[in-house]
């Protein structure tokens, strides 16, 4: 879910879902989804975001 609300900020600062989609459909296009930016951006905030949760579940 984290991962999706990391995109629906993409959506704002690119002006919105079309524009994110002409770019993420793109870059998926040009790269493969898991090199695209977009893409990668997303993963990587939700695991920094995620990240404390799974260290304190382990104590
Ligand atoms: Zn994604």
């Known amino acids: 879910m984290i991962h999706e609300m990391a ?13 994110f989609l002409e770019q993420y459909l793109s870059e998926c296009l040009t790269h493969g989804i898991a090199n695209a930016p977009l893409e990668k951006a997303a993963v990587e905030i939700a695991a920094h975001l995620c990240q404390p949760l799974l260290q304190s579940e382990t104590i």
Do not use: K
């Open 7 to 19: 995109h629906t900020a993409q959506y704002e600062q690119l002006g919105g879902i079309t524009p």
